[in-house]
């Protein structure tokens, strides 16, 4: 009988945790729905591509705090395109997300964010703002390329944002 109570315990122990991650994620999905992300296919001359994977997206200086928003809520693959116009992500099953010059705010490198810690410097950090003027940090990490290549594309677009270098502070 204690081996039957023992399971029953467990199993409504483990319901109870999936429902609260279940909660917590809708909870989150309403307080971010404002963000929304710039939807459309690059635009502009092509300076360099990138391929790595989509880690994560935080609000800005704020890497625990990860964002649930549209098309940017879960890891992947990414295919990162700096044209003279701005910066496109390409995810797998989501429309292509195009940052125009005058929204993104800053790149650099960084060693950890949400539920990821790399190497040191592993990561990209790409800030940009979302419509409703929120700032977002945006995390990638390139594959079989140099990430200050990805930074340096980057702080060479014209752009009449307040751009800014932004150091390994992470």
């Known amino acids: 009988m204690s081996q039957e109570i023992a399971a029953l315990l467990f199993a409504l122990l483990a319901v109870a945790a999936i429902g609260s991650m279940a909660w917590g994620w809708r909870r989150r ?19 360099a591509r990138f391929a790595g994977l989509y880690v994560a997206t935080t609000r800005h200086d704020a890497p625990l705090d990860r964002l649930n928003v549209t098309h940017l809520a879960f890891r992947s693959r990414v295919t990162v395109t700096v044209t003279d116009e701005g910066v496109a992500l390409d995810l797998p099953g989501e429309p292509t997300l195009f940052l125009a010059s005058d929204r993104l705010r800053g790149a650099g490198r960084a060693t950890w ?41 980057i702080h060479n677009l014209p752009t009449t944002s307040d751009s800014t270098q932004m150091g390994a502070q992470r």
């Open 29 to 47: 999905s309403r307080r971010d729905a404002a963000i929304a992300v710039p939807v459309g296919e690059a635009r502009g001359a092509i300076l």
């Open 113 to 153: 964010t949400i539920d990821r810690v790399v190497e040191s410097d592993g990561l990209v950090l790409i800030a940009w703002a979302a419509d409703d003027h929120t700032i977002c940090d945006t995390y990638v990490r390139l594959q079989d390329a140099d990430p200050d290549a990805l930074v340096a594309a």
